[in-house]
């Protein structure tokens, strides 16, 4: 059976088309800036990629032209072969635990809960949109972000804030990369053949989210209210003292929608190091001596440390630690210089093992306390699960 995996952002669309429940990926590709002049998207078939340029005004002429890559790579016949589209959707409130189905009241239900996430939910749902209307048989389920985190307890998920706050307005921790952090909390746990591992998964990419797993279920994550909490990102500021927001306003005379994009677009290693978000970037300046590049670095690495130390606690100690996304799957030097201050609990890396880029390997030395991993993530392949699941019932 073929399923669409769909990631619609305000300009793109990702999307991998999976054999389930073989999990085969059949074929993937990138439509980039849908709506704004010089537009182009990529194929990968069999290994190869091929770009091309073309415009779209809107999502549904990308999704069109999917559909007419789909039957020129043959990987179709016929539209009704593709049983289900499964979409990524940021924010699920705290309605969805799980995924769900893309009737009309859920659809309606996430319009509402979209002033919590204006930038990334109407771009979900404008996806939703254009594959119901190019593709009407195919069954659309929403897969969200936040739904892995929902077990979290009201301790760990409120903030010490007045308490009508969430009660009427849904002032809370959410946590995000629900996706790959479930992934790694299955992955993991089939690894050390323990279904109820103590986790900490270390999603750690131009975003970044740290989660302590306990049972399969998400204990506490760092990411909150939005994605900007937490650690310190690429170009997010992670946690701040909230307080300084008014007082930037004053001395430079931003809005408070100004700030609020400095502190999401114009932080984080961008921020302290003026190099670059890219965490290759900043090993280079690093390495040549850029002295805020390295404070960037050690600033990058103290916060993940940080919060593997509260996590750990949190859970009674751990059976694994893991990492994963762009820079804990690919940065062999970024690992080292987190697992190396983990050395107070007996966590040690392997070095030669950990000269590794982008591969599943235990990383840690025979006699470290606890097993570090890398994992390479697979949010798709989630949304493809999640997806056979529905049309299987
Ligand atoms: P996103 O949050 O956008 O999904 P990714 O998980 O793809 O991000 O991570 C992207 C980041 O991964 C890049 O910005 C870069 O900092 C980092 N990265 C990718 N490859 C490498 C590498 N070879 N070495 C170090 N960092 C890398």
């Not at 939703?128 to 069954?139: G, N, V, Y």
């Not at 690495?301 to 949190?314: G, P, W």
């Amino acid at each position: 059976m073929k399923i669409l995996s769909v990631n619609a952002g305000s300009s793109s669309l990702k999307f991998q088309m999976y054999e389930m429940p073989e999990e085969k990926v059949l074929i993937s590709g990138t439509f980039e800036r849908i709506g704004i002049d010089g537009g182009m998207y990529t194929i990968k078939y069999n290994g190869e990629k091929k770009k091309t340029e073309r415009e779209f005004s809107t999502h549904s002429e990308a999704v069109q032209v999917l559909i007419e890559e789909l039957l020129n790579y043959k990987v179709i016949e016929s539209l009704d072969e593709i049983k289900g589209v499964g979409h990524r959707i940021v924010h699920g409130g705290e309605h969805y635990t799980h995924s769900v189905v893309a009737t009309e009241e859920v659809i309606n239900d996430l319009t509402d809960i979209s002033e919590l996430a204006p930038l990334h939910n109407p771009a979900n749902l404008t996806g939703i949109k254009a594959f119901q209307e190019k593709i009407p048989d195919a069954l659309e389920v929403c897969c969200f972000d936040t739904a892995f985190h929902q077990t979290m307890n009201k301790k760990e998920f409120l903030y010490p804030v007045p308490y009508e706050w969430y009660e009427k307005y849904g002032v809370r921790k959410y946590g995000f990369h629900g996706m790959s952090h479930n992934y790694i909390a299955l992955r993991t746990a089939e690894i050390l053949n323990n279904p109820s591992a103590r986790i900490i998964s270390c999603h750690i990419g131009n975003g970044g989210s740290l989660c302590a797993i306990k049972d399969g279920k998400s204990i506490d994550t760092s990411m909150g209210f939005t994605p900007n909490a937490g650690l310190m990102m690429g170009s997010r500021s992670g946690d701040i003292d909230a307080t300084l927001i008014p007082y930037i306003m004053g001395k430079t005379g931003e809005t408070l929608e100004e700030v609020i994009n400095d502190l999401n677009k114009k932080s984080g290693y961008l921020g302290v190091s003026g190099v670059s978000s890219d965490s290759r970037d900043i090993e280079e300046a690093a390495a040549a001596g850029n002295e805020r590049a390295i404070l960037s670095q050690e600033m990058y690495v103290e916060k993940i440390v940080n919060y593997i130390a509260e996590y750990y606690l949190e859970l009674g100690g751990a059976d694994a630690i893991v990492f994963t996304a762009g820079v804990g799957e690919n940065s062999k030097d970024t690992r080292k210089a987190i697992v190396d201050k983990l050395a107070p609990l007996g966590i040690k890396i392997d070095e030669e093992k950990n000269n590794i880029r982008g591969e599943e390997a235990l990383i840690s030395t025979e006699d470290s306390s606890v097993k570090v991993y890398v994992i390479p993530t697979d949010e798709e392949v989630m949304i493809a699960r999640d997806t056979y699941k529905f049309i299987n019932e």
